[in-house]
């Protein structure tokens, strides 16, 4: 099946540096990904819609200015989590769909310290 | 209300037993049914795909989708201690949104 890689799988950062988190398609092209966010012993909650080549639409009470994204090719996103604060330590996961299903990447473990 | 509800367990069977998972959801707009197996610190993966009601087996999984109760299930047979993982049910319209349900851990005890 088709493979989608995220980078990396696992950071720590201090309060107040802001991280980038990217997500490839590696054999198919994706002109819409997904980025979901999920907290320790919760289900996964969509943040944000990556649309190629436009802006990237943002579920509601995410703030757009606090997790930038960028779509700037077919095969990839990244999601930038900017001034990173304690409480945004968690698991980032994002997803590309081909026309059958969704393929996730390996997620990406965040710990602001 | 949560969109789609899962009961989180934790769900405890011996090796060989039948693993039954089940989720409800409330928004008839969903078409797509999914049941995504997440191994601890991964992502998911895909285990099951159903599109509209009915029911899809494949090999000792088998996925049942009841539109009309807004209810759907997973059957898991001869379960075995690499299946030991937690089960997320996701559901979407037509747009590769996925709304997932809160996941079930299971534990396959040998």
């Known amino acids: 099946g088709a493979v989608v890689s995220q980078h990396p799988s696992r950071v720590i950062c201090k309060s107040g540096t802001s991280v980038k988190i990217e997500c490839r398609s590696l054999?198919?092209?994706?002109?819409?990904m997904f980025w979901y966010r999920q907290f320790p012993k919760q289900s996964l909650m969509l943040m944000a819609t990556?649309?190629?080549?436009?802006?990237?639409?943002?579920e509601q009470g995410v703030e757009k200015d606090k997790f930038l994204i960028n779509h700037a090719s077919l095969t990839l996103s990244t999601l930038t989590v900017t001034s990173a604060h304690p409480e945004d330590s968690s698991f980032y996961i994002c997803?590309?769909?081909?026309?059958?299903?969704?393929?996730f990447g390996q997620g990406t473990r965040l710990t602001v310290v | 209300q949560k969109e789609v509800e899962q009961d989180p367990g934790p769900l405890s069977v011996p090796e060989g037993a039948i693993v039954s998972l089940n989720c409800t959801y409330s928004?008839?707009?969903?078409?797509?049914f999914m049941w995504y197996r997440q191994y601890s610190r991964k992502g998911p993966e895909l285990l099951m795909y159903?599109?509209?009601?009915g029911n899809k087996e494949d090999g000792r999984f088998t996925a049942q989708v009841d539109k009309s109760s807004k209810y759907i299930s997973l059957f898991i047979r001869d379960s075995q201690p690499s299946d030991s993982a937690t089960y997320l049910c996701?559901?979407?319209?037509?747009?590769?949104?996925?709304?997932f349900g809160a996941g079930t851990t299971v534990t396959v005890r040998a």
């Open positions: 997803s590309a769909p081909d026309p059958n299903e969704a393929f």
């Open positions: 054999d198919f092209q994706a002109t819409t």
């Open positions: 990556s649309n190629e080549g436009s802006k990237a639409t943002y």
């Open positions: 928004n008839s707009a969903f078409q797509y």
């Open positions: 159903t599109y509209s009601s």
């Open positions: 996701a559901m979407s319209r037509n747009d590769y949104k996925l709304s």
